[in-house]
C-alpha cells in the first residue's frame, strides 16, 4: 500500500510539473503578446494592411488591426482616445492636436498620388489642364464636349453628354489632398470649395461613395462619370486615369516616378506637418498620409509595443512602399521621426 501510494504521489507530482513546463511558455507569450488597433484613411489601406501581415515575421507578438474608415473617423477616433493610433492624410490641425488629451505626435508613413478617374467608353487618353480641371470639379464645365476640355484633348471625340461626378460621402485626407491642389491653382475653386476633407460640393449630378474603394466603384460602373480615388485603387481597379498638368505645364499621368519626383522637394518641419499644393514638377495631385500615436499610453507594455511599431514601419516597412506605388519617407526624416517617437512616447 505504500508502494502504490509513492508511486502515485510521484505521478501527480510529475503530473504538476509537466503541466508547468507545458504552460510557462504560453503565459510568458501571452504576457508579451499586444495587439494594436488603428483607424482611418483609406488612402493608405492597403500600405497598412500589408504592414500588418509582414510585421509579424520580425515581431510575432505584434498583432495590428487597421479599418479604414476615413481621414476625418481617423482624427476623431485619435481626440476621442478610442484608438492605439490614427491615421490621415490631412495632417491634424493645432486645434485638433489640443483636443488630444494624451499628447499626439504626427509620423509621415509614406506619400502618394491622387488619380483623376475617368469612364468615358471609347476615350483612352484624357487631358485636363491647371485651367480646366478645377472648373469641371466647381461646376462651371458640366458637359464633356466643353469647348475648354475639346482644347485640351484635340482630335478627342468628346460625347456630348453631362460629366457625373463621384466623390467622398466621408471626411476624407484623399479629398483634402484633391481640393488642397485644385485651391492652390485656382482662386474661384479656393473660394466657392476650398480645401477640406469633407467639402460642399456645388455639382449637379453628384454621386457619393464611402471610402476610395467606393468612389472606384461608382466610377468603373458609371459611364460619363469623373472622380478622384488614391493611386493604386486606379491601377488595381483598371480605372483610367487623366494626365493632368503641372506647374512647368507638362502633361503628367500618375505614377511612382512622378509622385516621387513632386515630393523630392519637400521640406519637414519639426512636427513633420507638410501641405503639399502645386509642386514645381512631376504629378501635381500629391500628398503624404501619416499615422498619429499618443505621447501617452495607459501602461508601459503598450507604449512599447507602439514603439515597436513606428520602428518597424519607418525602417523595415519602407521596403514595401514602392510594391504598393506609396513614395518613401526620406531616410533624414525617418531618423528624426523615430528619435522623437522613441525619446517621447511613455
Avoid: C
Wanted: aromatic letters at 10%; zero cysteines.
Amino acid at each position: 500500500m505504500t508502494f502504490l501510494t509513492t508511486i502515485f504521489n510521484r505521478a501527480v507530482t510529475f503530473s504538476v510539473l509537466t503541466g508547468a513546463v507545458a504552460l510557462s511558455p504560453v503565459l510568458t507569450a501571452t504576457a508579451q503578446a499586444q495587439t494594436l488597433n488603428g483607424a482611418g484613411a483609406t488612402f493608405p489601406a492597403p500600405l497598412y494592411e500589408r504592414y500588418a501581415r509582414e510585421v509579424k515575421k520580425k515581431h510575432p507578438e505584434l498583432k495590428v488591426n487597421y479599418q479604414s474608415i476615413g481621414s476625418g473617423g481617423g482624427i476623431r477616433q485619435t481626440i476621442a482616445g478610442t484608438v492605439d493610433f490614427g491615421a490621415s492624410d490631412a495632417a491634424m490641425k493645432d486645434d485638433e492636436m489640443a483636443k488630444v488629451k494624451n499628447g499626439v505626435i504626427l509620423v509621415p508613413t509614406a506619400g502618394g498620388a491622387v488619380s483623376v478617374v475617368y469612364n468615358l467608353p471609347g476615350v483612352n487618353k484624357l487631358r485636363l489642364s491647371r485651367k480646366t480641371l478645377p472648373e469641371i470639379f466647381s461646376g462651371q464645365i458640366t458637359k464633356w464636349d466643353d469647348a475648354k476640355i475639346k482644347a485640351d484633348n484635340p482630335g478627342v471625340n468628346l460625347p456630348n453628354q453631362p460629366i457625373k461626378f463621384a466623390v467622398r460621402a466621408d471626411g476624407s485626407g484623399t479629398t483634402f489632398i484633391f481640393t488642397n491642389h485644385l485651391s492652390s491653382i485656382s482662386g474661384y475653386f479656393k473660394g466657392r470649395i476650398g480645401a477640406n476633407t469633407a467639402p460642399k460640393w456645388t455639382l449637379p449630378n453628384v454621386l457619393k461613395g464611402k471610402g476610395n474603394p467606393g468612389v472606384a466603384a461608382l466610377v468603373a460602373r458609371t459611364p460619363g462619370s469623373i472622380g478622384y480615388v488614391e493611386y493604386d485603387y486606379a491601377t488595381k481597379n483598371n480605372l483610367k486615369s487623366a494626365e493632368v498638368q503641372n506647374k512647368k505645364g507638362e502633361f503628367v499621368a500618375p505614377s511612382l516616378q512622378a509622385a516621387n519626383a513632386a515630393l523630392s522637394t519637400v521640406t519637414f518641419p519639426n512636427n513633420y506637418r507638410v501641405f503639399v499644393g502645386d509642386p514645381g514638377q512631376g504629378y501635381p495631385i500629391v500628398g503624404l498620409t501619416w499615422m498619429m500615436v499618443y505621447k501617452q499610453y495607459p501602461t508601459p507594455a503598450k507604449a512599447e509595443a507602439v514603439k515597436k511599431w513606428i520602428n518597424w514601419v519607418l525602417k523595415d516597412g519602407q521596403q514595401f512602399n514602392d510594391d504598393l506605388n506609396y513614395t518613401k519617407i526620406p531616410g533624414d526624416v525617418v531618423n528624426r521621426v523615430l528619435q522623437t517617437v522613441n525619446s517621447t512616447v511613455k
